[in-house]
């Protein structure tokens, strides 16, 4: 078995043209573009590096207070219970907001797939078509998410033992060295394979569950086994996704610089940048599918030629 990343790169390309410039059509695009909109709604993670007072930099940082954090957190919330019940209220509906956008991310990702294989432009058919396979995803990232979120709050936890325990001496000199490379190593480890989960989902798990309307768990269970004995394959594509968004990255801050920051104040606009950047987005969405049938014809999804102007049979 042969498998490629630049051919079906290039055959992800050269559908994202036919259907998107021959003909240009700008309401296809919104339409298109909503879709995608709806599908990356949880796919994109913004940062904040937060404020920081002109003094921080210069001063020392206090290693007993933070040491002594959870001390000192348990006395503000007994000064400041007003306070912390807003915090609580305001975590609260910070949840909520996220298990919704999760649900419509979720259907959204069946939409914006309909609509990149059968080269259409539609909202409500695929919306009710695949609203069982996208409330199984929904549920499906929300456990996900959940099970991520408990283990990285434990390895906060035991980051803060450690460094605390290293504080106050428990540890030799090469003994903080190796327990910080270890934390840093954990670290990654949690970091690359969450990310790796996460691209295998969108990637080929939900084609599979479109193709043959199935659950998440069903079709975890037929990708496991191509995904153990061409691992290597799979791995690789990773690397060559990760690459490709750094290139996306490259082209889009060229794009901003050369219209005057006029560009990325639009892309970071909701809906709008993810029109702007919808033959983006419609290439890596074509790209997986591509990807995904060179490992055999029960991963075939796009249609034949002929089937293009049918309906599809569900």
Known sequence: MTIAYLDPLSRAWNRMKKALFQPFDISKWFVVGFTAFLAGLIDYHGGNNGNFSKDYGRSRWDWDGFTRFPDIASEWIIEHAFWFSLIIFGIIFLIALVIVLTWLSSRGKFMFLDNVVYNKAEVSKPWREYSKEGNSLFIWRLIYGFICFILFI?????????????????????????????????????????????????????????????????????????????????????????????????????????????????????????????????????????????????????????????????
Not at 189 to 217: E, G, Q, R, W
Not at 227 to 244: A, N, V
Not at 303 to 314: R, T, Y
Request: one cysteine or more; charged letters at 10%; proline letters at 6%.
């Open 154 to 314: 434990l390895f906060l936890i035991f980051c803060f033992i450690m460094i605390r325990n290293m504080h106050y001496g428990y540890f030799s000199p090469p003994g903080k060295v190796l327990m910080i490379i270890a934390m840093i190593l954990q670290f990654l480890v949690f970091i690359i394979l969450t990310a790796y989960i996460s691209l295998f989902l969108n990637d080929f798990i939900v084609p599979i569950m479109y193709k043959n309307k199935i659950t998440t768990s069903q079709a975890w269970y037929r990708f496991l086994p191509i995904l153990s004995q061409h691992f290597i394959y799979f791995f690789l594509y990773g690397l060559f996704i990760f690459l490709m968004g750094i290139v996306v990255v490259i082209c889009v801050l060229l794009f901003g610089f050369f219209t005057c920051c006029i560009g990325i104040v639009l892309l970071i606009i909701p809906y709008i940048g993810s029109v702007i950047l919808l033959p983006v987005s419609y290439t890596f969405r074509a790209l997986s599918v591509e990807f995904l049938e060179q490992f055999g014809p029960e991963f075939s999804i796009f249609p034949k030629p002929e089937e293009i102007q049918e309906s599809p049979a569900q």
